[in-house]
Nanobody, 126 residues
């Protein structure tokens, strides 16, 4: 079992920044990758960014590329999402997720992840 706890959400004005954190505990040695997803009211959950845990390779969606950066601190078993130049359309509940299956996987698919945090709300106003 892996437990994930997100933090860092809040309300900001457009153009502002937030940094989300996701602390993992439990069987963290079994994690192969982590991802950030978001879900706005009435919309499907969408991939935001992902990271391969051991090698640190990162991936970001086109909608946030150049504005959001995913990183990790192996010693703290924590993954971060630095969000800059926030836009109202970034408003959503943000979730982190962990993949514990060895081998290649579709990092953009929510089905690739086994464990999820409870989510942290990000609200961006005009």
């Amino acid at each position: 079992q892996v437990q994930l706890v997100e933090s860092g959400g809040g309300s900001v004005q457009a153009g502002g920044s937030l940094r989300l954190s996701c602390a993992a505990s439990g069987r963290t040695f079994s994690m192969y990758g982590m991802g950030w997803f978001r879900q706005a009211p009435g919309k499907e959950r969408e991939f935001v960014a992902g990271i391969k845990w051991n090698v640190g390779r990162t991936y970001t969606s086109d909608s946030v590329k150049g504005r959001f950066t995913i990183s990790r601190d192996n010693a703290k078993n924590t993954v971060y999402l630095q969000m800059n130049s926030l836009k109202p359309e970034d408003t959503a509940l943000y979730y982190c997720a962990a993949n514990t299956r060895p081998g290649s996987y579709d990092y953009t698919s929510s089905h690739s992840y086994d464990y999820w945090g409870q989510g942290t709300q990000v609200t961006v106003s005009d």
